[in-house]
C-alpha cells in the first residue's frame, strides 16, 4: 500500500489543523492505520491508531482529549484532527499502516508533512 499524506502547516499555539493519509493500492481496510511524529532531533513517536473498521483508537497520553483519529475506507483515507495545538506538537507527522493481523508491525510510511506550531 503506498500512502501519501498531507495537510501540514503553520498554524498558532490553539490553532487547529487536520491532516489527511490517502492510501492506494491494497485494500484499505486489511490495515490498522496509525500516525507518528517526529521532532527535530528527536525520535519517531506514536501519535495515535485506528483499528481497521474504525471502531477502536489509542492516543498517546499528551495528546487525549485534543487529537482526534479518524478514518473512511470508502475514500482510503485516515485523517488526524488536531486541536488546541501546542509549540510541543511541532514535527513532521507521519501515516503508516499495519495489516490487521500484526496491528503493531507498520511495514507502510507515508512521506510525512511539517507542522509547525508558533508560539
Known amino acids: 500500500v503506498q500512502l501519501q499524506a498531507f495537510g501540514g502547516g503553520l498554524v498558532q499555539t490553539g490553532g487547529s489543523l487536520r491532516l489527511s493519509c490517502a492510501a492506494s493500492g491494497r485494500t484499505f481496510s486489511s490495515y490498522v492505520m496509525g500516525w507518528f511524529r517526529q521532532a527535530p532531533r528527536k525520535e519517531r513517536d506514536f501519535v495515535a491508531t485506528i483499528s481497521w473498521d474504525g471502531g477502536t483508537t489509542y492516543y498517546t497520553d499528551s495528546v487525549k482529549g485534543r487529537f482526534t483519529i479518524s478514518r473512511d475506507n470508502a475514500k482510503n483515507t485516515v485523517y488526524l484532527q488536531m486541536n488546541s495545538l501546542k509549540p510541543e506538537d511541532t514535527a513532521v507527522y507521519y501515516c503508516?499502516?499495519?495489516?490487521?493481523?500484526?496491528?503493531?508491525?507498520?511495514?507502510?510510511w507515508g512521506q510525512g508533512t511539517q507542522v509547525t506550531v508558533s508560539s
Open positions: 503508516a499502516a499495519a495489516p490487521r493481523t500484526y496491528p503493531n508491525q507498520y511495514d507502510y
